[in-house]
T-cell receptor
């Protein structure tokens, strides 16, 4: 069983809409959770970190963590064409990091 | 500017020819790590280091070596590269083992 599961997509939303990205994980001992954005051929870029249950907001981005259900999600409000990228869910277990395979998001102008 | 640098950015080599990919960070981070990224498999951790002289295996360490003699540098060594090590490699650093990581620009390696 993979540590981190994401729907690979592609997910398409119209400009201005809310994009919802989801991620589930298998290890209940996971402590830190992250969302990264990766443009094609580029390195991952941190969007959000979340460490405790609930919501965390930063501008147009909201990360949600539910440890009981073992999922973490990312909402992107007012989606822009520049948000078109692959979004990686990541977590930390012990001293190791695990990444999902990413969800491809396309925002249609 | 706070950054993680990697060199070279692109490398084409042949099977069995030893190579080193350098990684350096200027943020005084304790934790450093190497990943490979392959289509359909995502980012997988190769090795990580909690601090100077402290390294440990990630999920896919076979065929790789690392060293951490200085806090800022964490080179990745392929003693005898094989075609299945053709991949996109990323170095990352973090203040600690549970914090967000910052990635270098990547090294695209092709082993013929």
């Amino acid at each position: 069983q993979k540590e981190v599961e994401q729907n690979s997509g592609p997910l398409s939303v119209p400009e201005g809409a809310i994009a919802s990205l989801n991620c589930t994980y298998s290890d209940r001992g996971s402590q830190s959770f992250f969302w990264y954005r990766q443009y094609s051929g580029k390195s991952p870029e941190l969007i959000m970190s979340i460490y405790s249950n609930g919501d965390q907001e930063d501008g147009r981005f909201t990360a949600q963590l539910n440890k009981a259900s073992q999922y973490v999600s990312l909402l992107i409000r007012d989606s822009q064409p520049s948000d078109s990228a692959t979004y990686l869910c990541a977590l930390n277990t012990g001293n190791q990091f695990y990444f999902g395979t990413g969800t491809s998001l396309t925002v249609i102008p | 500017e706070a950054q993680v640098t990697q060199n070279p950015r692109y490398l084409i080599t042949v099977t069995g020819k030893k190579l080193t990919v350098t990684c350096s960070q200027n943020m005084n981070h304790e934790y450093m790590s190497w990943y490979r990224q392959d289509p359909g498999l995502g980012l997988r951790q190769i090795y990580y280091s909690m601090n100077v002289e402290v390294t440990d295996k990630g999920d896919v360490p076979e065929g790789y070596k690392v060293s951490r003699k200085e806090k800022r540098n964490f080179p990745l060594i392929l003693e005898s590269p094989s075609p299945n090590q053709t991949s996109l490699y990323f170095c990352a650093s973090s203040p600690g083992g549970k914090n967000e990581q910052f990635f270098g620009p990547g090294t695209r390696l092709t082993v013929l």
